[in-house]
């Protein structure tokens, strides 16, 4: 029998917002998931439920009083395979209404929320239709595959005022707040310089294949939806998207939104002055990718310097970690990433600083689906850890780099007018173009 004292904390979890089923017992869980009121369940609808797009449904469906009534994906056997698992594990999925196309999804009167699992050039016409439709969002990061679109996003955020949530989960981790906490503390003295990178031994491009027939059951048109239409080619679905530019932006979009995002955190910067990328197809030439497989970018901002740096097929990165962010300070070098923090005494300083490994120990993707419903529920736009407005800022940051790259240039930002001072580059880059009759909508 649960006892009082469990009863009592495990009530106080819920009226204090959105609580983790993990976090109850059997018994608990179910006294308490029987008697949520209608008005304070949350249905959802995923679109795109192939990678993370089914992990924010599964961390989503392990708040209390969320229930999936849709999905949305282009390939049946995705949709087949999903509806498996829920079944295997005691949902009935004879409620789960299913979609090819996610404008019909968007038209179910009973969703809430939409989980925008998508490849990236999807992100942006899907998070603004949802929000016309009433939606409240959940879109993977990075939020836009361009700096337009990026923009047009925040604007139909604050247009439609809907909760929208980027899917950057490390600002729900307690160990990167709390090393964030000590940047600004000022203890390291300093900072002169930080330095993000990403060294990804595991990630190989596929090899070059002839284009073929698409497989059966995949509506390769709706996935192509705004790119171009090219013939398919196994080389570029799936998860292989993110290697061509039409689709996504390499590891800077893929990993980088992630790691610069608490590098632009922990210094309070806003955008560069100048960017300069630099990089190439060194590792796999042969493979089939677009986008580079080495890339090192400096940024320039007032004040400082941030160095991203990023390696496919090595995994042997700064400070012996694969990825990570160093902030170097005239005191001591603090590093961060997923496992945890420390501090490393600088042997020339004058006030040494320095700290123990500290170890994560939280779920970030859990912890942030708890945040976005709670705000959901409160409409308090204030208490989200990544808002649209911060998820566009990171992507932003990311995009340059890749413009930098892609154009050979070393380009300067003018805040004011919030382009480059190039304006072939701004002509060619700031937007990418639209394809079989889809357009960015005008906000």
């Given at each position: ?79 087949q395979k999903r509806l ?67 923009r047009t996003m925040v ?185 945890g923090w420390e501090v ?100």
């Open positions: 029998m649960t006892s009082r004292k469990k009863f009592i904390q495990q009530s106080s979890m819920l009226l204090g917002g959105a609580a983790i089923a993990s976090a109850f017992d059997n018994q608990a869980f179910a006294y308490f998931k029987n008697r949520i009121m209608p008005s304070d369940q949350l249905n959802i609808g995923a679109i795109g439920i192939n990678g993370m797009g089914w992990s924010n449904v599964k961390a989503a469906l392990k708040v209390v009083g969320v229930n999936l009534v849709a999905v949305c994906d282009i390939d049946e056997t995705v949709i498996k698992e829920l079944s295997d594990k005691g949902t009935n999925t004879s409620t789960i209404k299913v979609y090819k196309d996610y404008r019909k999804l968007l038209e179910q009167k009973d969703i809430d929320a939409v989980i925008i699992g998508t490849p990236d050039h999807w992100h942006a016409l899907q998070m603004i239709h949802a929000c016309q439709a009433g939606k409240d969002v959940y879109v993977e990061k990075p939020v836009g595959n361009s700096i337009i679109e990026c604007a139909a955020q604050q247009k439609f005022n809907r909760v929208v949530q980027a899917g950057q989960w490390q600002r729900s981790q307690q160990h990167f707040k709390d090393a964030v906490d000590y940047v600004h503390s000022g203890q390291l003295g300093n900072i002169r310089m930080a330095k993000v990178w990403c060294y990804q031994g595991w990630m190989r491009p596929q090899p070059v294949v002839p284009n073929s027939a698409p497989p059966a059951g995949v509506d390769y048109q709706q996935w192509l939806g705004p790119a171009k239409t090219l013939p398919f080619n196994a080389s570029r679905f799936h998860f292989h998207f993110r290697w061509f530019w039409d689709y996504a932006g390499g590891l800077m979009t893929d990993w980088g939104v992630h790691l610069l995002d608490y590098a632009l955190i922990g210094m309070k910067a806003e955008l560069p002055r100048t960017i300069d990328g630099m990089g190439g197809k060194f590792a796999y030439p042969e493979l089939a990718e677009e986008t580079p497989d080495t890339l090192t970018t400096l940024y320039e901002f007032n004040g400082f310097n941030l160095v991203w740096d990023s390696a496919m097929g090595i995994d042997n990165g700064s400070y012996n970690r694969d990825h990570g962010i160093a902030f170097i300070g005239n005191n001591g070098t603090l590093i961060l990433n997923r496992g490393i005494e600088e042997k020339q300083g004058k006030n040494k600083v320095s700290v123990p490994f500290q170890k994560s120990s939280d779920n970030g993707l859990e912890k942030h689906w708890v945040n976005f419903v709670d705000v959901v529920k409160s409409r308090k736009m204030q208490d989200l850890h990544c808002s649209i407005q911060d998820g566009a800022h990171v992507a932003t940051v990311a995009q340059m780099g890749n413009i930098s790259f892609r154009s050979g240039k070393k380009l300067a930002w003018d805040k004011t007018k919030m382009e480059f001072t190039d304006q072939e580059v701004n002509k060619a880059y700031l937007m990418k173009p639209y394809y079989n009759g889809y357009s960015l909508p005008k906000i």
